[in-house]
């Protein structure tokens, strides 16, 4: 039985450490707590710095658009509306390029989340309602994908509140495009398969065009696109991820 602990994750050498960037191909972004940027716990998160290596950090130059470092983690407040204002705002952050996964192509994403809420939470979006993934119920999730909604139940709650959790989300390569869901891990049996093949472009952390703030933490995230990932590799970033975060 394999042990707890840093050696589960070290290939090669003792010296060499495991990370998710040495997984083929290698993600289009990666964003951990340790690239966080804010002076201290409680204080505005002005960005997110990518460390992939692609350099495509998030970024939010606007104060009332800003999350807070809280708990080792980016803290969202969802929508609000300031005193004095008529305006809905609320905490979302820049990819400095999209993440454009093109029509048939795998996209994989993972997160870990800390959630207030699980009605309507985007999770990525763009500038407008064009495009988006967002938690919808705490037991659906849906994508709009290339002009088409699709949205995926279960016959039980699968998302939870107030408890940190690793999710991800993997639309399958080629014509099915099939959306699949795993929970700390684990696969979770939709209440019918759904799929959309069509073309992705994100460019937005926690919100959908100006609305469906997300409510709640993250404490990572990693994305990977081009190539269907190994449930081999899939498995061994979750544990990776669950191992960093104490879950």
């Given at each position: 039985?394999?042990?707890?602990?840093?050696?589960f994750y070290k290939i090669g050498s003792p010296e060499e450490a495991w990370n998710p960037v040495k997984v083929n191909p290698?993600?289009?972004?990666?964003?951990?707590?340790?690239?966080?940027?804010?002076?201290?716990d409680g204080t505005a998160v002005t960005g997110w710095n990518d460390s992939s290596g692609n350099r495509n950090h998030l970024?939010?130059?606007?104060?009332?658009?800003?999350?807070?470092?809280?708990?080792?983690?980016?803290?969202?407040?969802?929508?609000?509306?300031?005193?004095?204002?008529?305006?809905?705002?609320?905490?979302?952050?820049?990819?400095?390029?999209?993440?454009?996964?093109?029509?048939?192509?795998?996209?994989?994403?993972?997160?870990?989340?800390?959630?207030?809420?699980?009605?309507?939470?985007?999770?990525?979006?763009?500038?407008?309602?064009?495009?988006?993934?967002?938690?919808?119920?705490?037991?659906?999730?849906?994508?709009?994908?290339?002009?088409?909604?699709?949205?995926?139940?279960?016959?039980?709650?699968?998302?939870?509140?107030?408890?940190?959790?690793?999710?991800?989300?993997?639309?399958?390569?080629?014509?099915?495009?099939?959306?699949?869901?795993?929970?700390?891990?684990?696969?979770?049996?939709?209440?019918?398969?759904?799929?959309?093949?069509?073309?992705?472009?994100?460019?937005?952390?926690?919100?959908?065009?100006?609305?469906?703030?997300?409510?709640?933490?993250?404490?990572?995230?990693?994305?990977?696109?081009?190539?269907?990932?190994?449930?081999?590799?899939?498995?061994?970033?979750?544990?990776?991820?669950?191992?960093?975060?104490?879950?």
């Open positions: 039985m394999l042990g707890l602990g840093v050696s290698p993600p289009k972004g990666k964003f951990s707590k340790e690239e966080i940027l804010s002076s201290g970024t939010q130059g606007t104060s009332v658009n800003q999350g807070v470092l809280n708990n080792g983690g980016l803290l969202l407040d969802g929508a609000e509306t300031p005193e004095g204002e008529e305006e809905v705002v609320g905490d979302h952050y820049d990819f400095t390029s999209a993440i454009e996964v093109s029509a048939e192509e795998a996209f994989t994403l993972f997160m870990v989340l800390d959630l207030d809420s699980v009605d309507t939470q985007t999770l990525l979006g763009t500038g407008a309602e064009s495009e988006f993934l967002e938690i919808q119920t705490n037991k659906r999730i849906r994508a709009k994908i290339d002009g088409g909604q699709t949205s995926q139940a279960y016959g039980s709650a699968i998302f939870p509140t107030d408890q940190k959790f690793v999710l991800t989300f993997q639309r399958e390569s080629g014509a099915t495009g099939n959306f699949n869901v795993y929970i700390d891990g684990t696969l979770q049996t939709p209440s019918s398969q759904q799929a959309n093949s069509g073309a992705i472009s994100f460019n937005v952390l926690g919100s959908r065009g100006e609305d469906r703030f997300l409510d709640g933490h993250i404490y990572e995230v990693i994305i990977y696109d081009t190539s269907d990932m190994a449930s081999a590799d899939v498995t061994r970033i979750c544990d990776y991820l669950k191992n960093n975060h104490g879950i």
